[in-house]
């Protein structure tokens, strides 16, 4: 049985060859990139050569944390020849901006999701990139974590048959508070959070035909977005996803938990990371198939985590593709498609209409 299991460890692989490896220049010092980014290149061996961040006290003391070279002004990274790529992990509203000087200075873009809080500028982003001839790939790595690369590789071997639907069923308590500009974000669930699972449900099932989204709050809570949403999204030939988040669980029974179904079995899993954000624990995930066929639930053995280790996967996808292995799966096109789905999932929750896509 172990041997079956080898094609799909080998689909979760995210190391990275030595000749693909591209000099990196990190700009934002905020926690995703001290948690997550530096933390899972290191692990990768890709060499970071500085980082820049407007707060200079929070720049210098990520670069003495992570040892690296020097701090950078957004000019100086930029002029410096040695950087090939530049990875972007700021507030969402100042991300374009850079995104833009770094491909007019003919640097390759990392983008942290979303690619854009508007679609109209996510998809300029994608023609200059396009123009510049330069990679720009989004950040969407939960398509990439060990427990959702294994889940898909063994729907893509056909060992659950035809996959038929799929369901994430969030239901946590998350602080947003450490972060002012999430507090006061009037979208907040969707483009910030469920944006992972309409990403990696796409990486799955493809495009829906069309969504429905209902969005909600709790009372008293502290930011001013949503903080419920539950969304189904339906394919012409009738497969669908639901996926049902709640940030607002405060009687401590938190669950993060997926499924694929299919004609002749089904995947299952948890979402480790979110039983203990941002340290986690790996995804479980257990294959019933009458294909293989398994006696009951087999487990698959995830031995790494979303954070930081995910997060390797973008990364390397980039520099695949400037190496020339062809498109990254998490193109900017492609990232702006989850991010017109994000839309489509706020025009359904305003109008109370399911909207096609
Ligand atoms: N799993 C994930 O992919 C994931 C998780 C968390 C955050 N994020 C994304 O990463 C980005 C950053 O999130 P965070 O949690 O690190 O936020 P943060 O608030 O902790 O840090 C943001 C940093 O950006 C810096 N900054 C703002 N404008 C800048 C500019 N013009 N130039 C240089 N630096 C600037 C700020 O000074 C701050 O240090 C956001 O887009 C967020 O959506 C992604």
């Not at 508007?118 to 990139?129: F, H, N, Q, Y």
């Not at 002012?180 to 309409?198: A, G, N």
Request: hydrophobic share 40%; proline share 5%.
């Amino acid at each position: 049985m172990l041997h079956q299991l080898q094609p799909i460890a080998e689909a979760c692989d995210l190391t990275v060859p030595d000749a693909e490896r591209r000099r990196i220049g990190v700009v934002g010092a905020g926690a995703i990139t001290r948690v997550a980014h530096l933390p899972a290149y290191r692990k990768a061996g890709l060499e970071v050569l500085g980082v820049c961040d407007l707060d200079l006290d929070r720049a210098e003391q990520l670069r003495g944390e992570f040892g690296l070279p020097r701090t950078y002004t957004l000019d100086e990274m930029l002029a410096d020849e040695a950087i090939d790529v530049v990875d972007v992990a700021v507030v969402p509203q100042a991300q374009p901006a850079i995104i833009r000087r770094a491909l007019a200075a003919g640097k390759h873009v990392l983008a942290q999701k979303p690619l854009a809080v508007d679609s109209t500028i996510g998809a300029e982003l994608v023609e200059e990139a396009r123009t510049a001839g330069l990679s720009l790939v989004v950040n969407h790595q939960m398509r990439y974590g060990e427990g959702m690369a294994a889940a898909r590789a063994m729907a893509e071997a056909g060992w659950i048959g035809e996959v038929t639907a799929v369901t994430v069923d969030v239901d946590i308590e998350t602080d947003f508070t450490a972060w002012d500009w999430l507090v006061t974000s009037p979208r907040l669930d969707l483009m910030y959070h469920s944006i992972h699972y309409l990403d990696t449900v796409r990486a799955l099932l493809g495009d829906p035909h069309s969504v429905y989204c209902a969005g909600g709050r709790r009372p008293g809570q502290a930011v001013a977005g949503e903080t419920r949403t539950f969304t189904t999204l339906t394919y012409e030939d009738g497969r669908r996803a639901l996926i049902k988040v709640n940030h607002e669980n405060h009687t401590g029974d938190q669950s993060a938990t997926f499924r694929i179904d299919g004609s002749h079995g089904a995947i299952r899993g948890t979402i480790g990371l979110l039983y203990d954000y941002p340290h986690g624990r790996p995804d479980t995930v257990e294959v019933h198939s009458s294909v293989l066929p398994t006696d009951g639930w087999m487990p698959y053995p995830v031995t790494t985590r979303w954070i930081p280790d995910a997060f390797a996967g973008p990364m390397r996808a980039l520099l695949r593709e400037i190496a020339g292995h062809g498109p990254a799966p998490t193109t900017a096109a492609d990232g702006l498609r989850t991010l017109q789905l994000v839309e489509a999932c706020y025009a359904s929750i305003e109008s109370g209409q399911v909207r096609r896509f």
